[in-house]
């Protein structure tokens, strides 16, 4: 692990919990329609992208994959439609639990193994997710619940072949230009529903810009250095940080169980990362 992993990584997790609290803000209070949202994000994430490879590169072909670009289409799509209904608590904890164990799952596929340390860490970053969010659990819509499993699926996936696209600015530039044929066929089926406000638009661009593009091109530089089941795991952070946001910029009310629950996921985070001592 380079010295400047734990900062990109970091990085890309307050972007990831900002994506979740800019799609929070937009669709609860129907200032713009999912499927809209979801074109403008990948849109508006295409072209910073390629602006950020022109001034870095200069002239250069984006790289990616079609199959990429579907797993991130996928991924944007089922996580706004989802929002629309439900809670952001269930809605955070249904998506990483699935990011998670797709994952995780692919890691020992591939022969990875955790040490006793590690699935301790992990049990109690988990448990203290679900301390967190175990409220909103309770009547949870079906249907949005599978399209948010979907979602965490799609960006497990997105991730894992993140690790052999080559280099990261260029692989999510094309990955964004691939997908956006996707969101505008999607915005062309679901016109009759088509809906936004000016403020909306401005969210999902920066939700697009910072929260996606940028913060994409910044996971992808940090996922070459990080074990499948580590990647897996610092991603439960996400809730906190999007709880935190919450607070500070929702007027959302801190509260003891709150704070507890945050110091337990990041604990066990810390633990699974960390790498064992040399004998």
């Keep these: 692990m380079s010295r400047q992993t734990p900062l990109l990584v970091l990085l890309a997790m307050m972007a990831f919990a900002a994506n979740s609290l800019l799609c929070r803000l937009a669709l609860k209070h129907a200032l713009i329609d999912a499927g809209t949202f979801t074109a403008i994000r ?29 797993a991130l289409f996928a991924y944007a799509a089922g996580f706004s439609y989802a929002y629309v209904a439900l809670p952001a608590a269930t809605g955070a904890l249904v998506l990483f639990s699935s990011v998670q164990l797709t994952m995780i799952g692919y890691g020992l596929y591939a022969g990875e193994r955790l040490r006793a340390s590690q699935w301790l860490g992990f049990l109690l970053a988990f448990a203290g ?115 935190l946001g919450g607070v500070a910029l929702l007027g959302e009310p801190v509260t003891p169980r709150l704070l507890f629950c945050s110091v337990a996921i990041l604990s066990g985070i810390a633990v699974v990362i960390r790498k064992p001592r040399s004998s």
């Design 129 to 243: 997710l679900v301390a967190l969010l175990s409220p909103g659990l309770e009547a949870t819509p079906l249907g949005n619940s599978a399209l948010m499993i979907g979602a965490g699926m799609a960006w497990g996936i997105y991730s894992l072949r993140g690790k052999r696209l080559g280099p990261p600015t260029l692989a999510t530039a094309g990955n964004f230009l691939r997908a956006v044929p996707f969101a505008l066929l999607l915005v062309l089926l679901m016109r009759e529903q088509m809906a936004f406000e000016f403020y909306g638009v401005l969210l999902a661009v920066a939700s697009g810009v910072i929260a996606s593009g940028l913060g994409y091109a910044i996971w992808y530089a940090a996922l070459p250095h990080l074990k499948a089941s580590s990647a897996a795991t610092v991603q439960l952070s996400v809730p906190v940080l999007a709880t």
């Design 42 to 70: 990948l849109v508006s994430g295409a072209l910073a992208l390629w602006l950020l490879v022109w001034c870095k590169d200069g002239v250069r072909l984006p790289k990616g994959s079609w199959r990429s670009a579907l």
